[in-house]
């Protein structure tokens, strides 16, 4: 997969891009990451790439010519491009399978300032996507979330762990089960006596209960009233 991300801040994601499992992806050529600025697409001295709002209002809009050179500078057939924008569709693990999955070209557009001007998100945009219901001050931050999501599910990429994705939050439509190492006894808190017997079937219970019951208090939302009563009774 090739993820191009067209930004103002390229300094921002440098070091996110070169960490950890990231980094092991862009090794092995499971991936590879390119970032385009905005502002090597302008002609004027100063490299401008924002403007005023027409119809007035506070802040600066991002102006079409340099996002459209930059999408254009590298956008094949495949490509599919995506906007990060707090007013965006919401990102949730099933986008992030799909996108994974269907697509080997991602182009992902930052905004800044008020945002962008529209016509891009009209004519080159496949996809908006939001984050979460929160406003940051440029879309840098909400590339490098949907790329990492993104990219963990490129077969290759997890490794050895590839069979723990299948159990994580969200693929099941529940949050994941609480997990303990060694020790067995730290301070004055026990590892629940189930985890340590070796019954697997026990423990398999064990954990879908506490994970419907921890969906329950932290994501009521992703479990519906009938589910809950008849899940947490078997
Ligand atoms: C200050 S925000 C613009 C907010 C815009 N005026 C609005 O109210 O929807 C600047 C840029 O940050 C990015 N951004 C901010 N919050 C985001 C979120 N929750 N999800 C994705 N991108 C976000 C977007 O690229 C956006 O264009």
């Known amino acids: 997969m090739k993820i191009d991300i067209i930004t103002l801040f390229p300094q921002m994601l440098n070091s996110f891009f070169e960490s950890s499992i990231l980094k092991r992806a862009i090794n092995k050529n499971l991936v590879s990451i390119n970032f385009i600025n905005p502002r090597d697409f302008t002609d004027d001295k100063h490299h401008t790439t924002d403007d005023r709002p027409f119809g007035g209002g506070p802040g600066m809009i991002m102006k079409p010519e340099p996002l459209f050179l930059a999408v254009e500078s590298v956008k094949i057939d495949k490509s599919f491009v995506i906007f990060l924008s707090p007013s965006g569709k919401p990102f949730k693990q099933e986008v992030a399978e799909s996108l994974s999955i269907s697509h080997q070209h991602l182009i992902m557009i930052c905004g800044h300032y008020e945002g962008i ?13 939001s984050i979460g219901d929160y ?100």
């Open 135 to 234: 406003v940051l001050t440029n879309g840098a931050l909400a590339a490098a979330v949907v790329s990492d999501a993104v990219i963990r599910l490129i077969p290759g990429v997890i490794g050895a762990g590839e069979e723990g994705i299948k159990n994580e939050s969200f693929t099941s439509g529940i949050l994941d089960f609480p997990q303990y190492t060694k020790p067995v006894k730290f301070r004055d808190m026990e590892v629940p006596e189930v985890l340590l017997g070796g019954n697997h079937e026990l423990i398999n219970k064990w954990r879908i209960k506490q994970a419907i019951e921890k969906t329950i208090e932290n994501r009521p939302d992703l479990i519906s009233t009938n589910d809950k009563n008849d899940e947490i009774n078997t």
């Open 117 to 129: 001007d529209e016509r891009v998100i009209q004519s080159i945009v496949d996809l908006e996507l």
